[in-house]
């Protein structure tokens, strides 16, 4: 099946990158109400494309914020169903002075592809509508393939639990597949099978009515950014551990197959220092930084901002300080009770001088998927077969906030099987995704839904086998 499909993506993958050039062209930022027209051009864009590559139907469907994509390619009840799962919106690309080139003008250079969203996830996501080509136009289909695209990764996800519980029948599977995830190299594939959780929070504090004189009034008014950046700094102490009460108290220790596997990644820490600009890594005491990375529970402030930011000097004890603070959370903790605790920290540690404000805007639970089941076994196998080489699992930072959706009301594992790098700089200026890597998601996400049809079938024949006798 490799050759037949390297011959194909050899033929087409000029216009696969042109395609995905069109579709990353489009400044579907989720985020940001003016780019509303950009979101409904990015779910048309995404449903052409489904039914061009071969889906018996798609539709784009409202929901209470940005619109969901909906496809379907069903073969026969007789064969397995994959929900495939991705996201069209994308992050903001500020700063935009900082890119090389501009960010929805994609550009190809040192073999890689420039651009928002290129990687995190129209790269990634359009990799599966490819995929759906090749398998229709071979007549290589043994699975029943969903797909369900949304514009809301990048704010929470908001909308998408409601979606989800109001149409389980609609989107019932057997697996749940995703490429929103990154591999050690290109060498070194990987399977994810752990995501941390989120919680975020905006934060507001309001001392005096309005921006003072500071020599008028400097030592009488409290100044919330010298109390937002106090409040800040009791957040962790000296050996850089979260000091929120009972935060650490529900994490589930690593089991030994978690070691195992973080004990096969070859990671240089000197290569990861000088990749990212770093002087000195630093984290919790005590643990490694992959330790840090895979297991370990973190908090960081995303943006803090108040009174003067022009040029010169303005002389003021400003009105509000304001401040994004999120924090990542592992097995066995609760982003409810994370919410709760922090909430209540933060505003012990607020003198009455001023008053504070406290929202969580976003909040998902980490997740772990099963790396014994057989579409764990395909996902291996799809892997070395293209790479050669047997995948790695690993857990990792990110969060994905549908994984623990689908377990939660689908009942249904995921499988995350991403082609990016670490190296990509999502989220960040000059994001882009290799060439190499977009192909090669495009020939193994096939050979993976062969894979998995077939062990699911023979799995499927066992137990009837042993029911009979």
């Known amino acids: 099946m490799k050759k037949e499909i390297n011959r194909y993506i050899d033929s087409n993958k000029d216009r696969f990158i042109s395609e995905l050039f069109d579709f990353l062209r489009i400044p579907s930022i989720s985020s940001n109400s003016l780019h509303q027209s950009d979101m409904n051009k990015a779910a048309g864009f995404v449903k052409s494309h489904l039914v061009a590559a071969g889906a018996d139907f798609a539709d784009i469907i409202q929901t209470n914020g940005h619109p969901v994509v909906y496809a379907e390619k069903f073969v026969s009840e007789e064969l397995p169903t994959v929900l495939i799962y991705g996201h069209y ?13 501009p960010p929805f003008e994609p550009i190809i ?30 007549n290589n289909l043994n699975c029943n393939l969903k797909y369900l695209f949304e514009g809301e990764e990048e704010i929470g996800s908001v909308s998408l639990e409601n979606f989800i519980v109001n149409n389980k029948e609609k989107l019932k599977a057997d697996l749940v597949l995703i490429s929103d995830t990154a591999m050690i190299d290109n060498e070194t594939p990987s399977i994810i099978y752990g995501l941390k959780g989120i919680t975020y929070f905006d934060i507001t504090i309001t001392g005096p009515s309005k921006d003072l004189h500071s020599g008028i009034n400097g030592g009488t008014v409290s100044n919330p950014i010298n109390v937002l950046c106090g409040i800040i700094g009791k957040l962790k102490d000296e050996q850089n551990k979260i000091t929120i009460p009972g935060f650490y108290d529900d994490i589930l220790t690593p089991s030994e197959n978690d070691k195992r596997y973080l004990e096969q990644v070859d990671f240089d820490v ?9 002087i000195e890594t630093s984290g919790e005491d005590g643990y490694s930084t992959l330790e840090q990375i895979s297991f370990r529970p973190t908090l960081d402030v995303n943006g803090i901002w108040g009174g003067h930011n022009g040029q010169g000097a303005k002389t003021i004890i400003p009105s509000k300080a304001h401040a994004k603070i999120s924090m990542r959370l592992v097995p066995g903790q609760s982003a409810e009770k994370v919410i709760n605790s922090f909430v209540d920290y933060f505003k012990s540690l607020t003198p009455s001088s001023v008053s504070v404000e406290i929202n969580a805007i976003a909040s ?30 690993m857990r990792i930072g990110g969060s994905i906030p549908v994984v623990s959706l689908f377990e939660k009301h689908l009942n249904a594992n995921s499988i995350l099987m991403g082609f990016g790098l670490n190296s990509d700089d999502i989220h960040s200026p000059n994001e882009h995704f290799g060439v190499f890597n977009f192909l090669k998601g495009i020939e193994t996400l096939p050979i993976f839904i062969n894979k998995y049809g077939i062990l699911f079938q023979k799995e499927e024949f066992s137990q009837l086998e042993t029911k009979h006798n």
Request: net charge negative; hydrophobic share 40%; aromatic share 10%.
């Open 109 to 138: 250079k040192d073999n890689k592809i420039y651009a928002r969203g290129a990687c995190d996830d129209k790269g990634q996501m359009f990799m599966h509508i490819k995929a759906l080509e090749y398998l229709v136009a071979s």
């Open 270 to 278: 000197e290569q990861y220092k000088s990749e990212f600009g770093l």
């Open 364 to 393: 998902c639970e980490s997740a772990l998927t099963p790396t014994d089941s057989i579409a764990f076994k395909a996902a291996e196998l799809a892997m070395f077969e293209t790479f050669g080489k047997k995948p790695i699992p």
């Open 89 to 101: 919106d994308v992050q903001p690309a500020d700063p935009v002075e900082l890119w090389n080139s």
